[in-house]
């Protein structure tokens, strides 16, 4: 029997979404070693976007089996109103499985991505979606300049090379623009140097505009009618084949595209120094520096460390 009648039966309007859904997947399993500093990176993340973003966005978070830390304050943050849709795993599924989730449910006509550990510079959301407008059929925009895989933007250099659209190729992408997102992904600084003298860049311009032809998958923004047409996609590890979604947009012919400027940063699992508000850690004596990376003692140490951090958080069947 119904006593009355429901209150929501009265209510004349609902709240809509966004233009654009942002999508941040999360995992971080403890806050020591690797992670030391990772719950502090996510705060940047999500901090940067709020800051930081000059169009009305909708925030949905996943968080992919966090630790207790972790998932307080995200629960928190979605209590005050920081994130839209809180989305708490009890298991790891993966970043592709995380995707699934997320790209499936967001309701902007625009769906944002990023990994937790992004950086996020004022009016990046605005010079990505001015990419939209400026070139046809784009299917994903990351917000930096990018050297990226070539074979996975095929059908941008296709387009590109038409001769009303004006590609160039040549070195354009600036040393310090370069290094500072290879050097947030650990790589060494001699085979970075090596890298930028040995690629170039590959720019298209159209009324007005300029973007760099690539995309990473680390962070970009995409159409929510593009990825209803590849979705879902397969998943079988926490952090592998990231990349067929690129494969799968180039595929369909969209366009895949930088950003002239970098709007966003790659901080990875430490808070860099011009981000942080407390003085620097003490750097290592260079002795000490120098033996940590010599080939066997980092193999030793890192093998050990990888394999003490599958004993422990790996699931097993």
């Not at 690539?214 to 990349?243: C, N, W, Y």
Request: glycine share 6%; net charge neutral; aromatic share 12%.
């Amino acid at each position: 029997m119904r006593l009355g009648q429901n209150p929501a039966k009265f209510i004349s309007t609902v709240a809509q979404p966004a233009l654009v859904t942002v999508t941040v997947v999360n995992c971080i399993p403890l806050l020591s070693g690797f992670h030391m500093q990772s719950l502090d990176v996510l705060k940047a993340c999500l901090s940067s976007l709020r800051e930081n973003t000059d169009n009305p966005f909708d925030l949905m978070v996943f968080d992919n089996h966090s630790c207790r830390e972790v998932r307080e304050y995200l629960r928190n943050a979605f209590e005050q109103g920081v994130i839209q849709y809180l989305v708490l795993s009890d298991t790891n599924i993966g970043k592709i499985g995380a995707w699934n989730f997320m790209f499936g449910a967001a309701q902007g006509k625009y769906v944002g991505f990023s990994d937790s550990d992004i950086y996020f510079r004022p009016n990046w959301l605005s010079a990505s979606l001015e990419l939209f407008d400026a070139f046809p059929d784009v299917g994903m925009v990351t917000g930096r300049p990018l050297r990226t895989r070539m074979e996975l933007s095929t059908a941008t250099l296709e387009w590109g090379r038409e001769e009303s659209h004006g590609m160039e190729e040549g070195a354009f992408i600036d040393w310090d623009t370069y290094n500072e997102h290879e050097s947030s992904l650990g790589h060494p600084d001699e085979d970075i140097h090596k890298q930028f003298q040995s690629r170039n860049d590959f720019r298209l311009s159209r009324g007005g505009y300029r973007a760099y032809i690539g995309a990473g998958h680390f962070q970009f923004l995409t159409r929510k009618s593009v990825l209803d047409q590849i979705m879902p996609l397969e998943s079988e590890k926490p952090m592998r084949g990231e990349s067929v979604i690129e494969v799968e947009i180039n595929r369909l012919k969209y366009l895949r595209l930088c950003t002239e400027k970098p709007y966003v940063m790659h901080m990875g699992n430490w808070v860099p120094e011009t981000l942080r508000p407390s003085k620097p850690l003490r750097r290592q004596h260079p002795f000490l520096r120098k033996l940590l990376w010599s080939r066997p003692i980092r193999y030793v140490l890192l093998g050990a460390y990888s394999n003490i951090f599958r004993w422990y958080f790996e699931n097993v069947e």
